[in-house]
Structure formats: C-alpha cells, structure tokens
C-alpha cells in the first residue's frame, strides 16, 4: 500500500432530520430551548400496548425531497439520508459539478435499517402469500441503502460504506470517514448515521430488556439521563449527516469551516450484550484515543455530549468512563445528555450529537439535560440540567456506546490556522 501524505479534516456542511425540527437550525433552536421530542407513538397502534412513547420525525414528506418514483423505492431511514445529505451539501456550498466525484466518499450507517419494511412484508407474506412480496423489498430494507440512494442521488462515486455498530454506528461512521479523508483516500466524504426503526415489534423488544421508560404523566418528562429515578429511554427515529473535507480543498473553494474533526477512538468492551462493562473501563479507552489522536489532554476537553440513553447501568458507567480519563478535570466539564429530547435515535444519535458538539463550539452554547431533578451519587457531574448555557467550547467529545460494547468517540475542536 502507498504511504499517503495525512490532511486536516474540517466540517462545511450538516443536515438533520428529527424529533426536534427537520433542518439543523431547526433542530439546535430546539435543543437549546430544551424542548422535547419524545410524545405518546403514532407510527403504531398503542391501545392496549405496555411500551406507548417514542420520539418520531414529525412533518416529513419525502417527496419534498426527492421525486415521489425515488421514494416509493426507499425505506424511511434512506429517505432521510437522501433528505439530510441534501441539506448537508448546500449548506456546504459544494458544487460536486466541480469536484472529482470519484474522491468523494459516503459512509452512512444505521443500527435498525428497513425493519418497518421488513415487518410488513413478513404480515403481507403470512397473510396472502408469495405474490404479494414487494419486489423492491430486498433492495429497499438492506443496510447499506441508505449510503446507496444518497450515491444514486449525487451521483458520488468514491468508496461508499454503511458501517452497523448498533448505538455508536453514526459516531463511527464519521470517524471511518474522517481517516478516509485524513489519509487522502477522499478528498469529501459525505457520512453519518439514520434510522427509522419506531414500529411495535422494536419498542416490545426494547421494552422487554427493560430499555424503554413507562411514560408517566407526561411523556416528555420520561426520559431523565444521569438522574436517580431514571428508567429508561424511548425508541426515535432521525438522520445526521457532515460534509468532511480535507483543509486544503475547503480553504481553495472559500468555504466555511465550522470547526475542525480532529480525533477518533473505537474499541469494544467484549463483556455482554446489552449491558456496558462495569467500570467503563473501554469506554474510556476510547475516549482516550479520541483524545490522543488530536495530539491533545484530557484538560482541554470542554464539553461532551453524552451517550445518556437514561438507563441505570449505561449512566453511571459512562460517568465512571469520564473521570476514568479527565479525573478531576471531569467535574469542570459540561456534560449534555440531549436523549432525554430526541429518544434514543439508534444509529442517527452519534451523528446528531456530533453535530450538537459543532453547533457548540459555533454558537458557545450547550444543551441541556431535561427533565434533571434528583441528583444520582453515582452520576455526579455537571450535566447541564434543564437549560441551555453560554459556555466558550473550543474542544468537545461526543461519545457513543452501543449494545454489544461497540464504543466510539469524535473530538471535534475550533478550526484555527
């Protein structure tokens, strides 16, 4: 393999569809205000069902889009893939007409994939037969569709990947992009993660390892990270996605630079399936990597956007996992667990937080922790709680932790020359 001269990666575009608005402005207006997105589920029927909230992409109609032939052909999660990397790219200001598009690269994963159509399939196989099995379903529920249609869509021709790591899948998307545009396999990579997986059988099997929170009197207050009562999260659905361009290629075109992807971090806990390892002992790992691939210290770190799902054990072990490495640098350190407003959005959750750690370090504010009320000795740092605050963030970790003990970390920091 040749040895390729290594290029600074910087973020010149992002696109959002979510529980919180279907724009990044939309979505950061929202997040900052604290608002949540998590409401009783419409996308099936909750009568007579135990698991009833969720947190859905309200408002989206594909064919704003897309031409409605495209999106017949495409699952949800694909369809707002195809809908967030447009955003993305203008407001990158990219003209691909200008671009080797055969340097560019898409990498956008999911967790969950096409599994609303693959349920529907499955009840229309059993009920009429071979004959009414949709034609386009194979090709419409697989996992790599979604960096698939976005290619078709922008007619982008470099390596195309759809990496699947459950929970830290978008988080590790953005980093496999962001060496591929280090290295110099890509000048531009499109990359982040999506999911549409709110259907009932995912909520019931959610619900039945005791992930999912009862909803209470208000569904919005349900999920509650790094609180003492806290019990769980809700199923949502959503879609992030970067432009990441090499420095050069960004500064030759006169684009705007949000802030600089300087670090990632991945390692896996080998402990079990569902649950994180005690300690946090590779969570950690990963966010020391993070760290040190930036060439920085764990006290430069100012702000992390937390993994936060509101369940008990993965809480307190990503909080073991944060003083693991920063130590008493820890408790100077915002911390924002913005789940408790979109739910817990599988594959899209990486790629919004970092995105939520961009928006951070352009605008210095932090989101806060919703629905904080009970302070946990087993969570106790600075969680933000329940209001946004103006904080000077120029170093920000976004963590992710997902089923199986696949963890990820990107550090993003301030762009300076």
Not at 108 to 113: H, K, R
Not at 145 to 153: D, E, P, S
Not at 278 to 303: K, M, T
Request: contains cysteine; aromatic residues 6%.
């Amino acid at each position: 393999m040749k040895t390729n001269p290594t290029h600074r990666v910087v973020i010149t575009g992002m696109g959002a569809i979510t529980p919180l608005g279907n724009s990044v402005p939309a979505f950061w207006e929202a997040l900052v205000a604290g608002e949540s997105g998590v409401r009783l589920a419409t996308r099936y029927d909750i009568t007579d069902f135990p698991y009833v909230i969720a947190a859905e992409v309200r408002g989206f109609d594909p064919r704003d889009y897309m031409e409605a032939k495209a999106a017949r052909r495409m699952a949800r999660f694909a369809q707002f893939a195809v809908a967030a990397a447009g955003e993305a790219l203008r407001d990158s200001a990219l003209d691909l007409e200008r671009v080797d598009r055969s340097r560019v690269a898409v990498d956008i994963g999911t967790s969950l994939g096409g599994t609303a159509n693959v349920e529907e399939q499955i009840q229309a196989f059993v009920a009429k037969g071979r004959r009414r099995v949709d034609a386009f379903y194979l090709p419409t529920f697989i996992y790599n569709m979604a960096a698939c249609q976005v290619a078709i869509t922008y007619g982008i021709h470099g390596p195309t990947s759809a990496p699947v790591l459950a929970c830290a899948t978008g988080t590790y998307a953005i980093g496999e992009a962001a060496r591929a545009v280090h290295c110099g396999d890509a000048v531009v990579a499109l990359c982040g993660g999506t999911d549409a997986g709110v259907t009932a059988l995912n909520a019931m099997a959610f619900g039945v390892i005791g992930a999912i929170a009862p909803p209470g009197d208000d569904p919005a207050r349900a999920v509650r990270p790094f609180d003492a009562q806290r019990q769980g999260t809700a199923g949502g659905e959503a879609c992030g996605v970067l432009v990441l361009e090499q420095l050069e290629h960004a500064l030759a075109r006169g684009a705007r630079i949000y802030a600089e992807l300087a670090g990632f971090g991945a390692t896996e806990d080998a402990f079990h399936l569902t649950a994180p390892a005690p300690g946090g002992e590779y969570a950690a790992l990963a966010i020391s990597r993070a760290i040190e691939d930036a060439e920085l210290r764990p006290e430069d770190v100012d702000h992390i956007s937390a993994h936060g799902t509101g369940t008990p054990l993965n809480d307190a072990a990503e909080t073991q996992a944060i003083k693991r490495v920063l130590g008493d640098h820890a408790y100077r350190v915002s911390v924002s667990g913005i789940k408790a407003m979109l739910g817990h959005t599988a594959g899209a959750a990486g790629a919004l937080a970092v995105i939520g750690c961009v928006k951070s370090i352009e605008t210095g504010l932090v989101p806060p922790t919703i629905n904080y009320a009970t302070p946990d000795p087993a969570c106790d740092l600075d969680y933000v709680p329940n209001s946004a605050r103006r904080q000077d963030v120029r170093v920000a970790l976004a963590n992710a932790f997902g089923f199986g003990g696949q963890n990820a970390v990107v550090l993003t920091r301030r762009y300076e020359e």
